[in-house]
């Protein structure tokens, strides 16, 4: 089978597939009308599917043992789960990457009119580093990646995107699933956005062995903010520092920023929550700059509000509508084909990226 296995794996960089000769052909192959092609040896199992949250593709067996089905699962980036009678199994010699709190296989669809937007060739790239900083609010080392634009130079000073993940992710996901270094060095090459540093935290963190969504923006003002302004060559104003998220991230964002105007300039949540989409007995103070149009307007010069049309949270969404309707507040609000999923946000962070630091 022809497979196209992703050079951005969060688990390998091999672009071999395994051993044919001793584990068999197996694996996804993505077909010309982007149908896949799975092909999965398990002799002894009674039941092989692919489950796509719920929509279940029953695979056939063939002679060989091995089990074999054709599905179209959409386009873009698509996790699944491998059942194995009914159990999920983790497959080798599937693309693997994180999320739902777990390792999980995945296919990468492509999609017409996001073609060249993270090409590799033909452009300078910039560089993703890894960094372990001392929290004072958990209590023990957290963990972010850093982008730095192809032509960094520690000569000069940078601004700085914070931009974090969802639930169930890590800081890993915006580098190896939404491929914001890639399309941000495609950005760059055409002249499309500013030279910034990306810095991408876990957002996951714990104090205590307990963990909740507000922990983050804590450690982010604490801790990391400060190791990267003593780690990189960045500029210190509150019109050089964004914040962005995708889902829990679009929460944190909306915590840490709407809280702390003078802090940041611009703020983006993509597939995005003002407000606490679950049931809270605590006040939501971070809403109170969102009554007072211009000091909001003095405070933003862009806030950035994007999601899927077929998002499962959309009625979240419109619920920040109605409560937003009649503010007078200054805020782009943007939709994409698709749903609570990597496609649509990088559909989002390429749209965002352009509006910064000008």
């Known amino acids: 089978m022809k497979q196209q296995w992703p050079l951005d794996n969060t688990v390998s960089f091999d672009p071999y597939y395994g051993e044919p000769d001793r584990d068999g052909e197996q694996g996804a192959e993505i077909l010309p009308d982007g149908r896949v092609r799975f092909r999965i040896i398990a002799p002894d199992a009674h039941s092989v599917a692919i489950d796509r949250f719920g929509e279940i593709h029953p695979m056939e067996k063939t002679a060989d043992g091995a089990w074999e089905g054709t599905f179209d699962l959409g386009r873009g980036f698509l996790y699944f789960f491998l059942k194995i009678d009914g159990a999920d199994v983790l497959c080798p010699y599937l693309p693997i990457g994180y999320g739902c709190c777990r390792p999980m296989n995945f296919v990468d669809v492509p999609v017409e009119d996001m073609e060249g937007w993270d090409d590799l060739q033909g452009v300078p790239h910039g560089a993703v580093t890894r960094h372990y900083y001392p929290s004072t609010v958990t209590g023990k080392h957290e963990i972010c990646l850093v982008y730095t634009p192809p032509a960094y130079d520690p000569a000069k000073k940078y601004p700085v995107l914070y931009l974090q993940h969802g639930y169930g992710e890590n800081e890993t996901g915006w580098v190896y699933q939404g491929h914001v270094g890639r399309i941000a060095d495609q950005l760059l090459s055409r002249g499309q956005m500013k030279e910034m540093i990306i810095v991408m935290g876990n957002g996951m963190v714990k104090k205590d062995g307990e963990g909740d969504r507000g922990l983050y923006p804590q450690v982010l003002l604490a801790d990391l903010i400060p190791f990267i302004e003593g780690k990189y060559s960045v500029l210190t104003d509150k019109w050089s520092r964004a914040m962005a998220g995708l889902s829990m991230g679009s929460y944190q964002t ?31 103070e971070h809403l109170a700059i969102l009554e007072d149009p211009e000091r909001f307007s003095q405070a933003f010069r862009v806030f950035y509000r994007a999601m899927g049309t077929e998002d499962q949270f959309w009625a979240s969404f419109e619920a920040d509508d109605r409560f937003l309707e009649g503010k007078g507040l200054k805020i782009r609000r943007e939709t994409f084909p698709g749903g609570h999923d990597w496609t649509v946000w990088r559909r989002c962070i390429r749209s965002f990226l352009p509006e910064l630091f000008r």
Not at 260 to 272: N, Q
């Open 254 to 284: 909306s915590l840490t920023t709407l809280a702390h105007p003078e802090l940041f300039g611009y703020a983006g949540l993509f597939s995005g929550f003002l407000r606490a989409p679950w049931p809270t007995e605590k006040p939501e």
